[in-house]
């Protein structure tokens, strides 16, 4: 398994990169967000990768960080999600972006991103819960009492009877209460205005 490159940039044509490893080119197709932070042609670059290996190809993605390359590990065990959805997500989303989004249980972002449908986002945001701020640990975001906090609300909300809208503009408006239960009553106040 190929998990580090580290060479010089011969080529950027988005998604992919050329990197010259002593001799040896390695065609890597890389996330936006990695791909505008790569140094200019001709210089030294290091890339985290994952290897895929299919019946017609091996296919080589790079990322940036640790946390990039972890969440595209995660977004590929999705069922119905392979690697060309997995770089569009995190071309539009960031990592932290991405674990808040599936913490609040909250599809909206997901669909913006091209390629993206609702029941593709939906299934996302399904699957990945609880697992995908375990697999990232160190990433902005993940496990934040707040974010946690939000979730919570948000479910109430839901297990209510209000709109997937209604219940996350008001989780999102809950602040900083000091419990979750003040947070669900703060919340039910403002969706009774």
Known sequence: MISRIAGQLLAKTPPSILVDVN???????????TFYGLPEVG????????????EDAHLLYGFATASERQAFKELIRVS??????????LSGLSVDQLVKAISLQDAAPLTRVPGIGKKTAER????LKGRLAEA?????????????Q???????????????????????????AASVSEAI?????????
Do not use: W
Request: avoid cysteine; charged fraction near 15%; hydrophobic fraction near 45%.
């Open 136 to 148: 990232l640990p160190g990433a902005p975001g993940a496990a934040s009492s707040q974010t946690d």
């Open 43 to 54: 210089q030294p670059v290091v890339l985290l990768t994952q290897l895929i290996v299919r």
């Open 23 to 33: 001799g040896v080119g390695y065609d890597i197709e890389v996330p936006m967000s």
């Open 150 to 176: 939000q979730a919570e609300v948000l479910h109430a909300l839901l297990a209510l009877g209000y709109s997937e809208k209604e219940a996350l503009t008001a989780a999102k408006a809950t602040g900083e």
């Open 124 to 127: 996302l945001v399904l699957e």
């Open 80 to 89: 119905g999600v392979g690697p060309r959805i997995g770089l569009a997500v």
């Open 185 to 193: 009553r703060s919340a039910l106040k403002s969706l009774a205005r």
